[in-house]
């Protein structure tokens, strides 16, 4: 398995985070312009629709908040331990360097 970086990570959460935020807006927006005339089976896709929304938000929140913890605690590591992070830094650095020298 491939090992991504904590920029990449931080990325693709954004991201996700971004199309959770776009979904739950579509969506919303959606129910609002159907809300008029439904039918039965549109009412039940309705019913469907805002069930899977509140879920989106849930996960966009329980995502946010893993995000902020997770940076927090970073912060808080290189803080209590600034050598020990500059060296595992500069080691990774040191690291990638001679693989991506190696491929070129």
Known sequence: MESRSASEIE???EKLL???RAVVSDG???L??????LSSRGAAARERLMAALDVA???????EARAVAGAQAADR????YPYQSLGVAFG???IFGILARRRS
């Open 28 to 30: 919303e927006e959606l």
């Open 32 to 37: 609002k312009a159907g809300a008029e005339d």
């Open 11 to 13: 990325r693709s959460t």
């Open 77 to 80: 590591l290189v803080r209590d």
């Open 92 to 94: 990774v650095g040191l």
């Open 57 to 63: 938000k849930e996960t966009r929140k329980k995502l």
């Open 18 to 20: 971004e199309d959770l």
